[in-house]
């Protein structure tokens, strides 16, 4: 059993998943941040691979993303910064990013190289279904990672279905089709987990885009089986109190 599975095995809800971008706001805090987030009860780890342009980040994400990469961030790096991480961090830990970048790596070594590090899933939000189908997929699935799709309330029946069949580990629900750290009505927001829910659907759903609070996050109990809080995080990281310490307070604030 992967570890995605465990959690979800494990806690039915209430399921906390924090992104952040790797190499923000240091080269080097990537993993320090990683063992914080385990040691404060984060269930899910998101790391965000820094790209130029981002289709689906806000502009908390894009700036974060433009300081990783003037701090020297690259994909290279980043498995060179994971390579030990599970020695002292069972969490699991997902990739999130864009395919260029990955592409100009190598999809089969960047996949290779994720296993071997100890990554469990993926989420490439403009991987398109039919190529994840008819190339890419095998190739995710031979090194062992899950592969999250994105689904938004405009999505229809038969496509969240025909998505939700081929992602491994959970449902990525984008509760609108804005982009990340927007305002959203949370009431929206679980009527349209609540419909989700009605498609009888194989996989977990993890809500994102709009959570980022302790409120926002226990409106999603007895609908989603989690959040996905990004923006308020990378946000909180900005604090003079210093990273560690800033992400120490803010995750406390949505679990006590």
Request: negative net charge.
């Amino acid at each position: 059993m992967g570890r995605l599975q465990k959690v979800f095995d494990q806690k039915k809800e209430g399921v906390l998943n924090v992104y952040y971008t790797a190499g923000y706001p240091v080269l080097d805090s990537t993993v320090s941040l990683m063992k914080t987030l385990q040691d404060e009860g984060v269930d899910i780890i998101e790391l965000g691979m820094p790209y130029s342009d981002p289709l689906a980040d806000g502009p908390v994400i894009q700036e974060s993303s433009l300081v990783a990469l003037k701090n020297g961030m690259s994909i290279s790096t980043l498995f060179d910064q994971l390579k030990d991480f599970r020695k002292s961090i069972q969490t699991p830990v997902i990739l999130m990013g864009y395919m260029n970048p990955i592409l100009q790596y190598g999809f089969e070594k960047f996949c290779r190289d994720a296993a071997a590090v100890g990554i469990d899933g993926l989420i490439l939000p403009d991987l398109p279904p039919f190529e994840f189908e008819s190339n890419y997929g095998k190739v995710i699935k031979e090194c062992g990672l899950d592969f999250i799709f994105l689904v938004t309330p405009e999505t229809s029946v038969e496509r969240v279905k025909f998505l939700d069949n081929l992602s491994s580990g959970f449902l990525y629900a984008v509760s609108s089709s804005s982009t990340t750290g927007k305002e959203k009505n949370m009431h929206d927001v679980v009527e349209y987990v609540d419909r989700l829910k009605t498609y009888q659907l194989k996989n977990p759903i993890m809500v994102g885009f709009g959570i980022k609070d302790k409120s926002t996050f226990e409106m999603l109990k007895g609908h989603a089986n989690g959040g996905i809080i990004g923006s308020a995080f990378i946000k909180a990281l900005d604090s003079a109190n210093g990273y560690s310490t800033s992400a120490i307070s803010f995750i406390r604030s949505i679990l006590n």
